[in-house]
């Protein structure tokens, strides 16, 4: 395993990390027992940190994080999100009591005293610009409640308004072969401010994998089903804000990134390490096989000058017209 400093904070964090979504809720049915063995798997390949949020299962996936890194604290890092437990453009969720409430009801789920990284789960633009929340966040991380804190956002517009305030240390960002967007400000800017790269959704919700087809269905409590058209939340997180059918055929057409390596989704992976802005990609997992599958990608030889030129020319030609919601 490598690790990548997250920004300028003391946190180096494995650069293949897990987000918990999946294992939480939103993705179909899911199993407490292989979460745990896949969590188990994970920190013994090296993996040192793990994604989070308060509304992923309604705290299970905090539960679950608990149980699986209990007398290892000190060593396994958690990222938390807040704020869509309630109403996400209601300046009083911002609020101290709020925020406070919300980073309390996480820590006693995880059973921790302190969370490593707080995250604003994809607030609106105009509330960052108008509430007083990254002050409350300073006084939780003055207080010890928190160790650091960040951005979940939705649009590079967002992030860069993120980075005029000096003590976020982190952003979490839709970034993979189909959301190429960031690397062209967001990134350059947030390394030269020493602020980390989280890359979610590093593999298209699973367009990235190569094993969907167009015929392919989704169960109803899965968002890849209730969200494929931006009906609950910001289309960009299921799909990468591509149409389904859209998505398989272009998916189709990446399949040469996996010719003399393991599979495309590996591939895909690699290519988000290949980033040097990127800190660590923080794909989802339900199971021990799809940890590995994932961490195989640590193997992988990086994209030539070459490839990468190809891979950025197929964005801008045949990708970013079809992304839909805004980025």
């Given at each position: ?5 997250l920004g300028n904070s003391e946190l180096k964090l494995s650069e293949i990390s897990f987000g918990t979504w999946g294992i939480g809720g939103d993705w179909g049915k899911s199993n407490d027992e292989d979460a745990l063995t896949a969590i188990d798997r994970a920190m013994e390949l090296g993996v040192n940190f793990f994604d989070t ?275």
């Amino acid at each position: 395993m490598n690790y990548r400093q997250l920004g300028n904070s003391e946190l180096k964090l494995s650069e293949i990390s897990f987000g918990t979504w999946g294992i939480g809720g939103d993705w179909g049915k899911s199993n407490d027992e292989d979460a745990l063995t896949a969590i188990d798997r994970a920190m013994e390949l090296g993996v040192n940190f793990f994604d989070t949020a308060d509304v992923y299962g309604s705290g299970r996936s905090e539960e679950l994080l608990r149980k699986a890194t209990k007398g290892r604290e000190d060593e396994i890092y958690i990222a938390s999100k807040f704020c869509r437990v309630g109403d996400i453009h209601d300046p009083k969720t911002y609020s101290e009591e709020s925020v406070r409430s919300y980073c309390e009801d996480s820590l006693k789920r995880l059973g921790r005293e302190r969370i490593d990284l707080y995250q604003i789960h994809c607030p609106p633009l105009e509330i960052l610009k108008n509430t007083i929340v990254f002050e409350v966040l300073d006084k939780l991380q003055q207080e010890g409640k928190i160790r650091h804190y960040g951005v979940s956002v939705e649009t590079v517009e967002e992030g860069l308004f993120c980075l005029t305030n000096p003590n976020v240390a982190a952003l979490q960002v839709i970034f993979n072969l189909f959301r190429q967007k960031p690397l062209e400000e967001l990134f350059p800017k947030a390394k030269e401010q020493g602020v980390g790269i989280l890359a979610r959704v590093p593999l298209a919700s699973g367009l990235l994998t190569g094993k969907f087809t167009a015929q392919t269905h989704f169960a109803k409590e899965d968002h890849r089903h209730f969200n494929a058209n931006g009906e609950q939340f910001n289309v960009g997180e299921t799909f990468a804000g591509l149409e389904f059918q859209k998505g398989v055929e272009l998916s189709n057409q990446l399949s040469w990134i996996a010719e003399g390596r393991e599979s495309l989704a590996a591939a895909a992976l690699r290519w988000i390490l290949d980033q040097e802005a990127v800190t660590c990609a923080i794909p989802g997992f339900k199971n021990v096989r799809q940890v590995e599958q994932n961490l195989a990608a640590l193997e992988e030889k990086p994209f030539s000058e070459q490839e990468l030129m190809k891979l950025r020319n197929f964005y801008e030609a045949s990708v970013k017209e079809y992304i839909r919601g805004p980025y």
